[in-house]
């Protein structure tokens, strides 16, 4: 899916915070890594191509799809079906196990029966090595092991956006490595645009276009 953004302009209501992007865009099936320095807003931009956070001023267009003309409820179920979000704070629910938080997304499409999707688990499981947690809940795994299971509720779909929020944080550098080689192979053999968040600047080779985030945010401290 193509990501598309000009002349994007957002702020809170509170604090002084301001983003403006002139252009962007990431082709479909390409991949875009963003960096700079905490604050810079690069959160903010992910909410705001998730389509969590509605955008006020400017345009954003998701494929053919613009955002703007659809409701929170339209938002809604375009964004159970087509895009996958790994969060920062992985965002997993912890009374659901494992496996339960890789379905959870499903219930808003009706997919949670799914026998594709049952079947893709246990594939995608067995590659991000955390076949041994999904009958466990979340704060019983290691930290890197959330990470892993909130990277794969996000893939589960094979949806056609991925937005990936430090996926790789709480890795350790061997791992942090692997995990975003298959994050982008993972994408590649499905055709997914991949935007990441990184602090890592080590890891950014890997992406078609890397674009600094301090060039496009003012903060008065
Ligand atoms: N809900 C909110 N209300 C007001 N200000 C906010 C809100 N959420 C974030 N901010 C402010 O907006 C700015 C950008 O935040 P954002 O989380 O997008 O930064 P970031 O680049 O992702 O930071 P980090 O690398 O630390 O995760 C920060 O100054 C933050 O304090």
Do not use: W
Request: hydrophobic share 35%; charged share 20%.
């Amino acid at each position: 899916m193509k990501v598309e953004v000009q002349n994007l302009r957002y702020s809170y209501g509170t604090g002084d915070f301001r983003i403006s992007i002139p252009d962007l865009a990431v082709p479909s099936g390409q991949s875009l890594g963003i960096v700079g320095p905490s604050g810079c807003g690069k959160t903010t931009f992910l909410n705001i191509v998730s389509t969590v956070t509605r955008l006020r001023q400017g345009s954003l267009t998701l494929g053919d799809v613009n955002p703007a003309e659809m409701t929170d409820a339209k938002c809604r179920e375009f964004r159970a079906r087509n895009i996958g979000y790994v969060y920062q704070d992985f965002g997993l629910i912890d009374y659901l196990s494992g496996r339960e938080n890789l379905l959870y997304p499903f219930f808003v499409t009706g997919r949670k029966g799914d026998a594709t999707l049952n079947g893709r688990i246990e594939q995608l499981a067995d590659e991000f090595g955390i076949t041994h947690v999904l009958g466990r809940k979340p704060q019983t795994i290691s930290q890197g092991e959330r990470q892993r299971l909130a990277i794969c509720r996000a893939m589960l779909g094979m949806p056609s956006l991925i937005l990936a929020d430090e996926p790789t944080g709480n890795l350790d550098p061997a791992n942090k490595s692997s995990i975003l080689d298959h994050l982008c192979r993972q994408c590649q053999t499905s055709g997914a645009t991949l935007i990441v968040v990184t602090h890592d600047r080590n890891l950014t080779d890997r992406f078609d276009q890397v674009i600094d985030f301090s060039d496009f945010a003012q903060v008065n401290r």
